[in-house]
């Protein structure tokens, strides 16, 4: 399972969509359901899957799931 | 602790959500979300089991963030979530026949307040709080929590809990704090214990959940998430966000389900170690080395269940003389004969003895806890009484004596005497039954027998003092109850408060002792000479000496000196209630056309309660 796919697992648990609502490109800004709760969802589930302790400061800036995924890369997941 | 994937599956196939939860609490495992979403989607395979809860959240603090894990805990407790969170930071708005929360109009409505909603000292270091100043503040503390939740108390019904979010921080005096003279966590406690009276001795349907117990659980850094408590507001960590969940659904569940009153115990390898019959006496494991000492704080577990007003039975396979042996000459045997309302010591089938048990105590099969260690006997009991819960004890010698801890029907929301003495009234039953026997085996009737007893039966009507203990009647009775209609402690008091309303009530003492408040029945005046029983109920602790009838006749001829002219009354079947199908058109209710029953008071002339074996006290009835 590759990075995206996992990714796409955690967030479509943690905001109750089907994962193909999921996409490379999503943002905030395009999937209703990430709102700021939602947000922290997606933040909480990713550090339980990955086994990761984020900076809060870091949150706000993951909003998309491109940065999520370079954020991923630069914790040396996957 | 983590859940590994091979825990995971060994969770997704527990027999019951019960099961499952069981197993996350004593091992302290805490899912992850996604973990709990399979987890949650496994439980709802149970779903038949589940029950509906619509829950009302008032907040100072974010809760959204809650749902999920109160979702997951609802599933492992057999409940089924309707969530409403009110506007954050809404309080005493939310308090009112308008508000969002009464739409919703909550079974349960929980309270998530800080400590600094009660009193802006506590926005401040506590330690800083003048010593000659504390008191003050304390008193401020409690003024203003009983006035909200006495709001909440006005305009909701159903339970409320109240929670106060204890410091996500260490003390102010840190590890001196034990020691200080400013003790900020001594002071903390002294003013819980003085909201928690408060709440008990003002409130009906209340109850204060101590969130410091659930912190001291899993630790104060498990239980919050400072990042999220500083960015959001949200204070809780996965760990404290399960923790709180499941308490909160915990109490719902406790509430909302069918109440247990049994735990039968298994005695081989549940109560000791080993098998008395083979073992013996010196070889069982029980004292003060391992594993015996798990054994010894297992039956300590187990005498607070009875002080919680559970009733104890015994259902071993084994010879009596065996277990009566350890009963009385093992040092370290706690739990001894006079704990057990009843016992089956035998080589039955255990599915029989339990049988046997719930006739002998009088107590529908599905009020049953059943706990033992065997696989086949857990199997045996599930297979053929699939109303019986079934525990099975840990293989895990550590983990027996928390084992029981997870089950929320064995919470209880209040104590009332009767509670407290519900074992010794078994006893008492049975030696009732043993005098009928020798007087029977004399050749004396049944009446004989009803008055050597020495009966007295004494009613009340309106009595507010009871109302726990009269709320509770409607909620556990089954088997001895018309209409089974149920009242939580503010429905009843609105009954007492209201003039048009009568709830009468009895006891009865006899020469064994006394039972309590056993009887309860509620009429509603429909016109000046006209009423409806709306409740007749009795506890089945008194079935069999003609209470009911005395009980009836007391009221009938109490409702005629009021011009009380016609008494309605309905039976509604239940599963359970077959017992008083024909108690009305035995006792002087005719049948009208529409299925109703009636009973005309006109004709009666006096009390005639006297006409039974026993001696009633009460309004008119001298």
């Given amino acids: ?78 | 602790m983590k859940i590994s994937d091979d825990q995971l599956e060994k969770l997704l196939a527990a027999q019951s959500p019960q099961e499952i939860k069981s197993l996350l609490i004593r091992r302290n495992m805490v899912p992850t979300l996604a973990q709990a979403s399979k987890l949650h989607k496994y439980i709802n395979t149970f779903q038949h089991t589940q029950k509906p809860v619509r829950l009302g959240i008032v907040h100072t603090y974010t809760s959204e963030l809650l749902d999920p894990w109160l979702h997951f805990s609802a599933g492992l407790n057999q409940l089924h979530l309707d969530i409403y969170h009110a506007p954050y930071g809404v309080t005493v708005q939310e308090a009112t026949a308008q508000s969002g929360l009464t739409a919703h109009s909550p079974d349960v409505t929980l309270l998530l307040l800080t400590r600094e909603d009660l009193h802006p000292a506590l926005q401040t270091n506590v330690a800083h709080i003048q010593p000659a100043d504390k008191q003050n503040v304390h008193h401020q503390i409690q003024l203003s929590l009983t006035s909200l939740v006495g709001r909440y108390r006005d305009s909701v019904a159903g339970h409320i809990i109240v929670t106060l979010l204890p410091s996500p921080l260490s003390p102010g005096l840190g590890l001196y704090d034990g020691m200080a003279v400013n003790s900020e966590t001594h002071w903390w406690n002294q003013i819980k214990e003085n909201l928690a009276s408060d709440l008990r001795e003002k409130f009906s349907g209340v109850s204060y959940l101590d969130l410091d117990q659930l912190v001291m659980q899993i630790g104060r850094d498990n239980f919050f998430d400072l990042r999220l408590w500083y960015s959001s507001t949200f204070p809780f960590a996965p760990a404290g966000a399960f923790a709180i969940s499941n308490a909160v659904t915990t109490i719902a569940a406790c509430i909302r389900l069918t109440r247990a009153k049994v735990i039968v115990l298994d005695a081989d390898n549940t109560l000791w170690g080993g098998v008395i019959g083979e073992d013996g006496i010196n070889g069982i494991a029980l004292g003060q080395d391992y594993p015996g000492r798990v054994y010894v704080d297992f039956q300590k577990r187990i005498l607070n269940l009875q002080k919680r007003g559970f009733i104890l039975a015994l259902c071993s396979k084994n010879n009596p003389e065996d277990v009566n042996e350890v009963f009385q000459n093992h040092p370290h045997q706690l739990l001894k004969n006079e704990h057990f309302a009843a016992q089956r010591v035998n080589w039955l089938p255990k599915p029989d003895n339990l049988r046997s048990l719930a006739e002998e105590l009088n107590l529908g099969l599905d009020s049953f806890i059943f706990v033992d260690d065997s696989d086949y006997e857990c199997a045996a009991v599930r297979h053929s009484l699939q109303e019986v819960e079934v525990i099975q004890i840990p293989s895990r010698p550590p983990e027996i004596p928390t084992c029981l801890d997870a089950l929320a029907r064995l919470e209880i929301t209040s104590l009332t005497r009767e509670d407290l003495e519900k074992t010794a009234m078994y006893a008492k039953e049975r030696m009732r039954k043993s005098q009928l026997g020798a007087l029977a085996e004399a050749g004396g009737s049944v009446e004989d027998y009803l008055k050597s007893l020495n009966m007295k039966m004494s009613v009340g009507l309106d009595d507010l003092s009871l109302l726990q203990r009269l709320a509770q009647l409607t909620q556990k009775t089954n088997q001895f109850n018309l209409t089974t209609r149920r009242y939580d402690e503010k429905g009843m008091a609105e009954k007492i408060n209201n003039a048009n309303t009568f709830v009468f009530h009895f006891s009865l003492a006899d020469n064994f002792g006394d039972s309590g408040i056993v009887g309860l029945a509620i009429i509603e005046k429909e016109s000046d000479n006209s009423a409806r029983l709306d409740t007749f109920l009795m506890s089945c602790r008194v079935i069999g000496r003609l209470a009911e009838q005395a009980f009836l006749s007391s009221i009938l001829y109490n409702l005629k000196c009021r011009g009380v002219e016609e008494l309605s009354a309905d039976y509604i079947p239940t599963r359970k209630n077959f017992l008083v199908a024909t108690f009305l058109p035995d006792n002087g209710f005719r049948q009208a056309a529409d299925g109703r029953y009636v009973r005309n008071l006109l004709e009666i002339t006096k009390c005639q309660g006297n006409d039974f074996p026993i001696h009633i006290e009460g309004p008119f009835c001298e």
């Fill in chain 1, 1 to 78: 399972m590759s990075i995206f796919e996992k990714l796409q697992e955690i967030m479509a648990t943690a905001l109750e969509l089907p994962t193909s609502a999921i996409k490379e490109s999503s943002t905030m800004e395009n999937i209703e359901e990430w709102d700021s709760l939602g947000h922290v969802h997606i933040m909480v589930a990713i550090e339980q899957a990955f086994d990761l302790y984020m900076d809060v400061d870091d949150f706000a800036e993951l909003d998309s799931v491109p940065a999520i995924l370079k954020y991923l890369k630069s914790e040396n997941v996957g």
